[in-house]
T-cell receptor, first 115, second 114 residues
Framework: GAVVSQHPSRVICKSGTSVKIECRSL??????MFWYRQFPKQSLMLMAT?????????EQGVEKDKFLINHASLTLSTLTVTSAHPEDSSFYIC???????????FGPGTRLTVT | DQQVKQNSPSLSVQEGRISILNCDYTNSMFDYFLWYKKYPAEGPTFLIS?????DKNEDGRFTVFLNKSAKHLSLHIVPSQPGDSAVYFCAAGRDRGSNYKLTFGKGTLLTVNP
């Protein structure tokens, strides 16, 4: 149980275009989902917390107009990278809060490359 | 300000022996701690967790110990297997309703040699 999927697993886009990444909890409902970014050989950096039916809460330094997050249902959250630039190239990972005290389950990640 | 620290970037052990991964934290308000395992280009996999009101939690080959006075926790893997080779992240969190989120350490690369 507790499976989280992400789509696509990797995407290459041109600079200036927008890219949407989907995160789904497959076998549980998640009122809260999270979006992380990981740079090579570094830890996971929390970008934003997404609560179903409300606006996302962004961490300090993360541009909310650039990284649009929508959590329209209890099983789906999307991250849209708008007007992508090469510096946005990274590994993006979502997670979903499992019902219960504090466990989070992660998706497999999306490798974004902006050319 | 790094609230969760994993001071050993890497650890190498022999198959069958014990692996001990360490984690220190600075925020005494953390309510719970988790360990995740991560392979390259994949999302982290949840391993085991512990509440701040406990000092030990065991699940199969994995045991997590918490020393609140020292603000230290450790993950023991016994016996270690080559498939355990991965990056291990320690995470800590506070459950304050909508303010729930995890803070991660930088990870420790475990290599289990056959």
């Amino acid at each position: 149980g507790a499976v989280v999927s992400q789509h696509p697993s990797r995407v290459i886009c041109k600079s200036g275009t927008s890219v949407k990444i989907e995160c789904r909890s497959l076998d549980f409902q998640a009122t809260t989902m999270f979006w992380y970014r990981q740079f090579p050989k570094q830890s996971l950096m929390l970008m934003a917390t997404s609560n179903e039916g409300s606006k996302a809460t962004y961490e300090q330094g993360v541009e909310k107009d650039k990284f649009l997050i929508n959590h329209a249902s209890l099983t789906l959250s999307t991250l849209t990278v708008t007007s992508a630039h090469p510096e946005d190239s990274s590994f993006y990972i979502c997670s979903a809060r499992y019902p219960g005290p504090y466990e989070q389950y992660f998706g497999p990640g999306t490798r974004l490359t902006v050319t | 300000d790094q609230q969760v620290k994993q001071n050993s970037p890497s650890l190498s052990v022999q198959e069958g022996r014990i692996s001990i991964l360490n984690c220190d934290y600075t925020n005494s308000m953390f309510d719970y701690f988790l360990w995740y395992k991560k392979y390259p280009a994949e999302g982290p996999t949840f391993l085991i967790s512990i509440s701040s009101i406990k000092d030990k939690n065991e699940d199969g080959r994995f045991t997590v110990f918490l020393n609140k006075s020292a603000k230290h926790l450790s993950l023991h893997i016994v016996p270690s297997q080559p498939g355990d080779s991965a990056v291990y992240f320690c995470a800590a969190g506070r459950d304050r309703g909508s303010n729930y989120k995890l803070t991660f350490g930088k990870g420790t690369l475990l290599t289990v040699n056959p």
